[in-house]
């Protein structure tokens, strides 16, 4: 069971279920309220157990693909961290790919359930794309050049993305949940790259031509700083266009939550050297994408102002 917890990663599938959550209750369901008090009506939504099978077919999903994907690169792995991967040592490829098949079967149809529910049968084919993705990315496109980081990161922002897709009434108000769908993207890339540059040595063994293999690791924290900075340089946009005459939501709390620990990244790639250095910067990457999913928080506040 240990094995089997390891190969899904239990702790990623708990941001992506906390992201939705936080896009339904600090964004969705508090401006259905606030429409609410204006015009007397709490728009049609999504119910808690309908949204409960939802958020069930994402994190179906998502663990599918982290099986696959260690199918695939339990040869790099074992390069790149040795004794980590499980499948060949503990659990056998073929019992992997059923489970890979079993969990994104019951995804889809669990996504083609609640969009039948809502008569919107069509948002079920985003499941079927993302776990038809995330085979592909494992199978082929991780060992193309830049492909299979796009792919990732536009899968990560389809995490918040998705909650907003299956409540039509919340279509006016998208453009916030596309804000944090595009920072899942960036930081996503970002973080992608900054892991190739950490899996030099077994992504070139194992013939991946990722960033760090065709140009080498100063240029990658060339490119790596770069997109930060880009990042950066977004959001400061976002916040200031969205929030500068807000007197609910601080833009300076804000900047603060955004840009500090964006600086802090960009400080830890800029000083990166040796293989751990990048690890540091990936992992450090993934937890100032939480802080960001986080900082939906405030949100609550600012719908019911």
């Not at 309220?33 to 204006?38: A, F, L, P, R, S």
């Not at 099978?53 to 696959?68: D, M, P, Q, R, W």
């Not at 919107?120 to 499941?127: A, E, K, N, T, V």
């Not at 939480?290 to 019911?304: E, K, N, R, V, W």
Request: net charge positive; charged share 15%.
């Amino acid at each position: 069971m240990f094995h089997f917890l390891r190969l899904i990663r239990p702790l990623n599938l708990l941001l992506i279920a906390l992201t939705q959550f936080l896009v339904r209750y600090c964004l969705i369901l508090p401006a259905f309220q606030t429409e609410k008090n204006v015009t007397g009506e709490f728009p049609a939504h999504l119910d808690k157990w309908t949204f409960c099978l939802l958020v069930f077919s994402t994190v179906l999903i998502a663990a599918g693909g982290n099986v696959i994907n260690d199918v695939y690169d339990r040869y790099i792995d074992e390069k790149n961290r040795p004794g980590t991967n499980p499948i060949g040592s503990r659990i056998s490829p073929e019992l992997a790919r059923k489970l890979f098949m079993t969990l994104s079967v019951f995804g889809c149809l669990t996504g083609f359930l609640v969009a039948l529910r809502i008569g919107r049968p069509g948002l079920g084919l985003i499941q079927v794309f993302c776990a038809y993705s995330l085979y592909m990315y494992a199978s082929q496109y991780k060992r193309k050049f830049i492909i299979g980081n796009i792919l990732i990161a536009f899968l990560s922002a389809l995490v918040p993305l998705t909650v907003a897709l299956y409540e039509p009434e919340f279509y006016r108000n998208i453009i916030y949940v596309l804000v944090y769908a595009l920072f899942a993207f960036l930081i996503s890339i970002v973080r992608e790259i900054l892991k190739d540059a950490e899996d030099l040595e077994g992504d070139r063994q194992g013939g991946c031509d990722s960033i760090p293999v065709r140009y080498g690791l100063p240029t990658t924290r060339i490119i790596a700083t770069g997109l930060i900075l880009v990042t950066g340089g977004v959001i400061a946009y976002l916040l200031y266009h969205f929030f500068n005459d807000n007197t609910v939501v601080s833009l300076f709390k804000l900047e603060g939550i955004f840009l500090i620990p964006l600086a802090g990244l960009l400080y830890l790639v800029l000083t990166a050297k040796e293989k751990s250095d990048f690890h540091y910067t990936s992992v450090f990457a993934k937890a100032y994408l939480a802080i960001g999913i986080l900082s939906m928080i405030p949100f609550y506040f600012y719908f019911l102002k």
